[in-house]
């Protein structure tokens, strides 16, 4: 069983910047990507980004390309997302998830594990 646990979230003005953190535990994978969702009050889950665990590529959603940085260290079974520049439209709650495939997914159905989530908020 796989276990994520996200955490970094909060209130942040606009224009300052959050650091996210999701700490992988139980069992792991040969291959597989991560990626970061967020769910907007009264809107559907969307991408935000993606990174392969083993070779490090990314992928952004263009909403938040040069703004977000996804990375990970493999030393900590942890995955992260820096962002910076943060907009009253990025607020929701932030999930990380795992798709057990060396392929980058931006479809949240690609993904079989996830978090609880951790709540961002940006205030104007």
């Known amino acids: 069983q796989v276990q994520l646990v996200e955490s970094g979230g909060g209130l942040v003005q606009a224009g300052g910047s959050l650091r996210l953190s999701c700490a992988v535990s139980?069992?792991?994978?040969?291959?597989?990507?991560m990626g970061w969702f967020r769910q907007a009050p009264g809107k559907e889950r969307e991408f935000v980004a993606a990174?392969?665990?083993?070779?490090?590529?990314?992928y952004y959603a263009d909403s938040v390309k040069a703004r977000f940085t996804i990375s990970r260290s493999t030393a900590r079974n942890t995955l992260y997302l820096q962002m910076n520049g943060l907009q009253p439209e990025d607020t929701g709650v932030y999930y990380c998830a795992m798709r057990t495939s060396w392929l980058v997914g931006t479809s949240q159905n690609e993904y079989g594990h996830w978090g609880h989530g951790t709540q961002v908020t940006v205030s104007s």
């Open positions: 139980g069992r792991t994978f040969s291959t597989y990507t």
């Open positions: 990174i392969a665990w083993t070779g490090g590529s990314t």
